[in-house]
């Protein structure tokens, strides 16, 4: 199957500084997403881009798809962007249905 | 609207001892999935569902069944439960993005 590397696996930063997450896959794929679990368990859905660069606010992703990787920004971080990012991809598969394949995650942590 | 939903939150049982886990969502989507999530791991696929009355192995099925009589519901249930059971589970839909369930702790003594 579809393997997704993630890094780094944690990250210490102090408030207000920037950070750059990293997300591979090793085959083509239909989509990729950015997940944020926060503190206390609940996944939100930060980004849906299966190629180019979006923005939201502090946050900001690009995937290039030809090279087979993505990259999620964080901007003058906040201690609230604590928690675990995932990244997840699901595979270009005429007739099989749409399954996500999860990294393991970068653990970040931003100290006030 | 509520989103996704799972009941129970937390849960302890015994080795050997059956339950189910509810998923409920309100967003009329096809597509509804169980993950399992340990420590330290990303989020592994158990089964899932690409309507009403369908189901499908994920990646980590053994143990587990599914089933989907209703479009809003996915029923996650567990035969005997086992100690390599205690793991959170959330349940999710898809349309475009994924959206999540809150989570449901099991822990299996």
């Known amino acids: 199957g579809i393997q997704v590397e993630q890094s780094p696996p944690d990250l210490i930063l102090q408030e207000g500084a920037n950070s750059t997450l990293r997300c591979n896959f090793s085959?083509?794929?239909?989509?990729l997403q950015w997940f944020h679990q926060n503190p206390w368990g609940q996944l939100i859905n930060l980004f849906y881009?299966?190629?180019g660069t979006k923005q939201n606010g502090r946050l900001s992703a690009t995937t290039v798809a030809t090279e087979r990787y993505s990259l999620l920004y964080i901007s003058s971080s906040q201690t609230t962007d604590s928690g675990v990012y995932f990244c997840?991809?699901?595979?270009?598969?005429?007739?099989?249905?749409?399954?996500?394949?999860f990294g393991s995650g970068t653990q970040l942590t931003v100290l006030p | 609207n509520a989103g996704v939903t799972q009941t129970p939150k937390f849960r302890v049982l015994k080795t050997g001892q059956s339950m189910t886990l509810l998923c409920a969502q309100d967003?009329?989507?096809?597509?509804m999935y169980w993950y399992r999530q340990d420590p330290g791991m990303g989020l592994r696929l158990i089964h899932y569902?690409?309507?009403?009355?369908?189901?499908a192995k994920g990646e980590v099925p053994d143990g587990y069944n599914v089933s989907r009589l209703k479009k809003q519901n996915f029923l996650l249930g567990l035969e005997s439960a086992a100690p390599s059971q205690t793991s959170v589970y959330f349940c999710?839909?898809?349309?475009?993005?994924?959206?999540f369930g809150p989570g449901t702790r099991l822990l299996v003594l």
């Open positions: 997840a991809v699901d595979l270009i598969s005429s007739g099989s249905a749409r399954q996500l394949t």
């Open positions: 085959d083509s794929v239909n989509n």
């Open positions: 881009i299966p190629s």
């Open positions: 967003m009329n989507h096809e597509y």
């Open positions: 569902s690409v309507g009403e009355g369908t189901t």
């Open positions: 999710a839909t898809l349309s475009g993005t994924q959206y």
